[in-house]
């Protein structure tokens, strides 16, 4: 199953949770503490988000966040099928295991990405909430 139409609607659902995050006020310092740029390639759609842990905006949130091909050297780079990240922003895939099975291939220091998981465990619930208020309830998971 697809669960993103476009590219354009992978920015819309993943852009939601991405743009809480970074103002939210328990797992964005957490987060930026990593100092790390990283970009998510997607396929299927195909898509590409990078955020910067590195240079906080100081506008309020803790780290940017940028849609679609931009000049930042990443630190890491996590490249999947759109479906997979959508799943894991669920807290369904264990990023361990989707590692090992090459569901997610990474490039990149990946001990510090790992490291980070405690810290996004919260973004497990906020996501099917703001697919809800974006109006998009048909691509929750059951």
Known sequence: MTFFQDEKH????LGGL????RRDAMIGPKLATAALVIRFLYEEPEG?????LK???GDGT???TFYGKNDLEADVVMSMKADVGHRFWFGKV???AAL??????AKGPIPKILKLLPAIQPTYAMYPEILKELGEDKILLA
């Not at 991405?18 to 995050?21: A, I, L, R, S």
């Open 62 to 64: 803790f780290f940017s």
């Open 94 to 96: 264990n990023l361990v």
């Open 48 to 52: 590409q988000i990078t955020i910067d």
């Open 18 to 21: 991405f743009e809480k995050v």
């Open 55 to 57: 240079t906080p905006p």
């Open 100 to 105: 090992t099975r090459r569901q997610i291939v």
């Open 10 to 13: 992978l920015y819309k659902c």
